[in-house]
């Protein structure tokens, strides 16, 4: 069985096909416009969805084209319905519930945070239920039990900023180019310790929450202060960086341990676009404790891609529904899948 994957909730157009039978990616096209809005500091949501009109069908051609296989193979089509930009959203459900109306083939509706977590099973395929999941992405910190696929329960989320958008928030006061994280990843290699007593806030809270705003005005702060000695010097944005990544990943951390040993579970899976940090991976796997193991999709596969949309819509097959209206959820929530 053949499902065509299509993810544009923010700002990279995905399209995948997976053979549901053979488990396995048969082609994916990945056009990403960070480039565009790094001009900007931040993703603009208008020039966003405008970009995935454009890109969508050069896209879907190259990808049939290379693949040597005709549209008409497909047997279903799956698109993030949501969370995301309302937007891009719209795209992509337009161009979906529009290929299923023209090939007569059902068009199944996937949840973006799902689809990132499952895509670790793609991955690797022996991952076994239950399982905890850790999602960082640039819009959401989401700590959730896994029980089955479909069924999840949120432990904890992000009380104000989302890890990914702190990352992004602190690298655009240093100067450097969207999107952030990436680029502290790299910086960071080059910088040290330097004591800058940045907070982690509301690590020791008897909840499993995040918080990154305090951190975000803390390096505020500390770059305002570091600018009046001198000119920001490349070593000091460094060490910014440096500090800036080690505080945010304590607090991912220490979280996670919390939840695994409270809800006595062994295994997380982490996805999203900051679990392709190699730093958060090294600390994960050293840190977490004995007998316990972090999983991760492919660095490929952690941020936004049309792969794991076409993976989730298989597993979600047999729960689609008829339904020819166009209908996104900028904010479904993941506990929530099932009311859609
Ligand atoms: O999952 P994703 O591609 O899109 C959303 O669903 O938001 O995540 C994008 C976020 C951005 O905030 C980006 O800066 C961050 O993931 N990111 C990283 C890295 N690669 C992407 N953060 C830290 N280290 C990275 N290597
Ligand atoms: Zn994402």
Partial sequence: MLVLGIETSCDETGIALYDGKQNKIIFECLYSQANKHSLYGGVVPELAARDHVNK?????????????????????????????????LMVGASFAKSLGFALNKPVIDVH??????????????NLSYPFLTLLVSGGH???AKVDKSGSYKILGQ???????????????MLGLKYPGGP?????????????????????????????????KTAVLYKVNSLK??????????????????????????????????????TQVVLSGGVAANKEL????????????SSIY???????????????????????????????VNPRWSLEEIANG
Avoid: W
């Fill in 56 to 88: 969508f069908l050069p896209l879907l051609k190259k990808g049939f084209k290379d693949s040597g296989l005709s549209l008409k193979a497909i047997d279903a089509i799956a698109y993030t319905k949501g969370p995301g930009l309302r937007g891009p």
């Fill in 183 to 215: 680029e502290i990843e790299k910086r960071s290699i080059q910088g040290k310790s330097m004591d800058y007593n940045f907070p982690r806030p509301i690590i020791n809270s008897d909840d499993y929450n995040f918080s990154f705003s305090g951190l």
């Fill in 297 to 327: 999709p492919d660095f490929s596969h952690c941020t936004d891609n049309g792969a794991m949309i076409a993976f989730t819509g298989f597993e979600k097959f047999n729960l689609s529904k008829e339904d020819n209206r166009i209908f």
């Fill in 141 to 143: 910190t989401i700590l």
């Fill in 228 to 265: 009046k000695k001198e000119k920001l010097s490349e070593e000091s944005i460094s060490n910014v960086c440096y500090e800036f990544q080690n505080a945010a990943i304590d607090c991912l951390l220490h979280k996670t341990k919390k939840a695994l040993k409270d809800f006595d579970l």
């Fill in 158 to 172: 992000t009380i104000d900023d989302a890890v990914g958008e702190a990352f992004d928030k602190t690298a655009k």
């Fill in 112 to 125: 973006h945070m799902e689809a990132h977590l499952l895509m670790a099973k793609y991955d690797d395929p």
């Fill in 281 to 292: 991976r090294r600390r994960f796997s050293e840190e977490l404790g004995t007998g316990c």
